[in-house]
């Protein structure tokens, strides 16, 4: 009898066992997803629970991983154009003060001992008389034509 309950004790052990795994693993992806967003690896989980609390919360670390990552992006794209506006002319396309001086300390920190390099100033004499000769739009195509010069 000893050996029968022995035995039957053993294999309640190993089915719990398999059910408290088979429970435990929608647990395990939401830690794993958790800790992928405390990353900034915005993870979706893939697995349903078959639990209907435990597939609440799986949505709700989808949701939120999703809008994490779609805010991020997006604060990241205007992060982007606001730098680049920042230090770049929006009409010839060139750098302007800030983004040349920004360029160049960045060149001559690296390299203090021999810096080689051009450095062009163009200075249109009265374009104010120019962009109302021709007009705004004309005076910009003059001023983008220029700048795709220089940058050749």
């Known amino acids: 009898t000893l050996i029968y309950l022995l035995a039957i004790y053993a294999v309640a052990l190993v089915l719990a066992h398999l059910l408290m795994r088979g429970v435990l693993r929608p647990l395990h992806a939401i830690e794993r997803a958790a800790q992928a967003i405390a990353r900034r690896d915005y993870v979706q989980i893939a ?63 690296q390299d203090r001992e021999r810096f080689d390099g051009a450095f062009a100033l163009l200075q249109i004499d009265d374009l104010a008389a120019i962009d109302r000769q021709l007009g705004r739009a004309r005076c910009d195509e003059l001023l983008r034509a220029a700048g795709g010069q220089l940058s050749a």
């Open 47 to 109: 697995e349903r629970p078959g639990t209907r609390e435990l597939a609440r919360v799986v949505e709700a670390m989808n949701a939120m991983s999703g809008k994490v990552a779609e805010a991020i992006s997006g604060e990241a794209a205007r992060a982007e154009a606001l730098q680049r506006a920042s230090q770049v002319d929006e009409v010839s396309g060139l750098l302007n003060r800030g983004g040349f001086t920004g360029r160049f300390d960045t060149a001559y920190a």
